[in-house]
């Protein structure tokens, strides 16, 4: 790797594939290479890096896990593959941890450096970044449900993700159905039902008149 200069590097990496020479310049001057020993965190879940990290050489994995330590693997990345990217565009934190699985070269962008390759925050153009990066973190976070959660967690994380604070009290407007509820927990439209109705007699939610449904006390989906 030192062999290399980081315009030889930043070259070789297809995420800087369609970059102009002026454009790579600037990238290979603002980067910094990077190796991670084996079973090292590159990023972790629930935290801010403020970084992109470009894989160069090795192997990582993408994890996610709850809060008795289980994990999933989500993806395995290689060389020219990359991390971070999305912390970076919405400013939230890591949706999932990154470890190395074996010794691995990175080259590390810092956030004010990355900024300056994205379009002005005002244009169309980052508003679909923002949108697209929201329905990734959406994605993790059902890969990690459908995983890690029974039936009754899956169905809580799901009411939670669908309310919304109405003067402290958390509150879902439109009718949930039990049929797309299903769909979206990976269980069947009677399982849904029993753990629906579960939950009002045991006065955990309840469900208005007019199809709204109230959580009145603390759901564990953990």
Request: overall charge neutral.
């Amino acid at each position: 790797m030192s062999m290399l200069s980081n315009l030889d590097l930043i070259r070789r990496v297809p995420l800087f594939s369609m970059l102009t020479a002026e454009q790579a310049q600037g990238i290979a001057d603002s980067v910094v290479k990077r190796r991670f020993r084996r079973g090292e965190l590159v990023v972790e879940q629930g935290r801010k890096s403020n970084a992109l990290f470009i894989l160069l050489n090795g192997r990582a994995r993408v994890l996610t896990s709850d809060t008795r330590g289980r994990e999933v693997i989500l993806a395995v990345l290689e060389a020219g593959d990359y991390v971070g990217e999305m912390s970076l565009i919405d400013n939230e934190p890591h949706s999932a941890t990154v470890r190395a699985e074996i010794q691995t070269d990175m080259l590390v962008l810092a956030r004010a450096d990355f900024a300056r390759c994205l379009p002005e925050n005002s244009t169309l153009s980052y508003a679909i970044l923002r949108g697209l990066v929201k329905r990734l973190r959406n994605a993790d976070r059902q890969i990690e449900s459908l995983a890690l959660l029974d039936v009754y967690g899956r169905v809580a994380r799901t009411l939670l993700d669908m309310a919304e604070d109405v003067d402290g009290v958390k509150i879902i407007r439109h009718k949930v159905s039990r049929q797309d509820m299903a769909k979206v927990v990976g269980a069947s439209r009677e399982m849904v039902s029993r753990v629906m109705k579960d939950l009002e007699d045991r006065g955990v939610i309840e469900t208005q008149e007019n199809g709204s449904v109230v959580i009145k006390e603390r759901l564990q989906n953990d």
